[in-house]
């Protein structure tokens, strides 16, 4: 802004803000018109002022739009933030990329939710104290000008003198004091009139603590439980803002969320699909800390504008993707393979270890009256069902899984239910058991006690199997489809490798097989939830533990780990105890 065009708006603010005073005395319709006038001669978007009370606590007095005031009072809510710095230091705080404020994850979070980017913090000081901050933001990333900066911070000095020491200030000693304030911006000057008005003056007092919880005049953000993942094994329980419900959303109250093999994964290893710091995920914007979680259900509590299809109170799962819709695989509907592709509960966006999560409508799926709990493992059984749909199986056929893991039984599952006949290759003892008790396995070998080959041959009658799973991340397992799968059989790879596989191609080429990968899921969704409404799949018995999110470390990570035996999917209660 140059020189001329910024006296002019400024001269004009004094003037809107002085006029705000004649007219009504309003300590509030002030501070509002100071703030709405620095957010125009900053070229800002909207803005809040925070003063403190009379018992020295921070207040959220106005906010120029909806989003800023949800930042503002979560900032005050976590004591943390831009502005609750710019208040404790007395001095500015301009933060020209909000999505690089390391310091502040919650502000972050809530700032960049509500289509932040940066933030102009300004102390207001009336005769040397901190009385509070006026914080401006923009929608685009950059940092105000010191020059600017001083502008809104003489801008908000004087209005505070203005706004205590008068009730009745026309406007010319306000051009006046503009005039006064473009010579030497950054500057504070003394009071008007002597007058001492400290000990009655409700918004004159020193800098106290900041309000934790604040009035139930201003905007109120409640604060929830997550598991927020910090960096390799430190995921801790933290108290975060509640997620804001936008158009076309849902909000949901979790019921249930299964800690997946990825989750494992991230916690002893990652960061590996969770942005890194400094890494933002190019559709979320979002990197450590994140909330994590991806395999849930629960039941929808608030609908956003334009959700049709779902009632309050309706039990729903979610299909946890976030995909760019201008990819050429999403182009094609293959929006699982799309180039950006996200996952909610690793790449941002809240996730299931929490108490709510927002959700787009378009990735929310009724599930009728299935348990919540059994509800929680649809995502996996999802990614069952697109790998058997990616083998091309049909009813009748035979196929062999090599590893009965999470994702093996479930897979297995859902081939039991299309009418597959199942042979799987397992060492754990109680998994083959639960396999077999659970009717998702017609056969199961123990291939430490024989060969899964010759084994499959043999209940093939020489055939070999016609579709194969690799379920293990085990080159040997992999090694063992080829043999066991019958001449232009399909090889269907599940698992995620973390080193690359060897593949004998001989094989490959001499029987004609086709080796196929399968991630996540595309549509798959409602036919997974319609074989467990129908009674097809149960999935109760793969449930073997129930916790609540306190315990997620101690009872879920680690006996994930220690006791993958016996353990299968362990479901985390985020409420309560
Ligand atoms: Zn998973
Ligand atoms: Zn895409």
Redesign the pocket.
Known sequence: MDGTSRETRVNAAFVAVADTLATNCDIVDLLHTLVQECVGILGMQAGGLMLVDNTGELQLMTSTSEAAGFVEGMQLNVSAGPCIDCFRTGTAVSVKEISESAPWPAFRASASQQGFRSVLATPMKLRGRIIGTMNLFGTHAGEVSARDAAVAQALAISSAVLGTESSAMGPQPAVLLSSWLLRSPAAEFAPLSSRDCRDHHPHDSHAGSVRRAHSSSSQRVDIMKAACFHGRHDIRIDDIPEPQLRPGAVTIDIAWCGICGTDLHEYLEGPIFIPAADHPHPLTHEEVPVTMGHEFSGTVSALGDGVTGLAIGDSVVVEPYF?????A??LAGH?NL????GFIGLAGGGGGLSEKIVVDRRWVHPVGDIPLDQAALIEPLAVGHHAFVRSGAKEGDIAFVGGGGPIGLLLAAVLAAEGITVIMSEPGAARRDMALSAGVAHHVIDPLAENPVARVLELTDGAGADVAFECSSINAVLDQLFDAVKPAGVIVNVSIWSSPAKVDMQKLVLKEIDLRGTIGYVNDHPATIALVQEGKINLEPFITGRIALDRLVEDGFETLIHHKETAVKIIVRPHGE
């Open positions: 995909v760019c819709n201008e990819c695989p999403c929006y799309c180039t950006k592709m």
